[in-house]
């Protein structure tokens, strides 16, 4: 009974170290689903003009001369505008 139970270990040792490697192989981002899932949200690339969540740095603008007469210069901004961020250029506003 002890040589049975001997070559059956080391068939299950042999065949755990040719499936192994075929296991670790993919990494965790391969192993990850692709696509939206069961939710349909899949967000694919991401980066800063498509991230809702996190407003690119604000820009250096050119304030142009303020007219004549009471005016406030409101600056730009980004906005959020079809999935992405948009800069609005700052203007001088009349009030």
Do not use: C
Not at 40 to 45: A, K, R, V
Not at 60 to 80: I, K
């Amino acid at each position: 009974m002890k040589i049975k139970t001997t070559r059956l270990a080391l068939a299950l040792v042999g065949a755990l170290s040719l499936a192994a490697p075929l296991a670790l192989s993919a990494t965790p981002a391969e192993a990850a689903p692709h696509g939206g899932g069961m939710m349909g949200g899949g967000m694919g690339h991401m980066d800063a003009f498509h991230d809702r969540n996190h407003r690119p740095p604000a820009r250096a603008e050119h304030r142009s001369r303020q007219p004549h007469g009471h005016y406030r210069w409101r600056a730009g901004a980004w906005n959020w505008d079809h999935n992405q961020w948009a800069w609005q250029p700052g203007i001088w506003i009349r009030f």
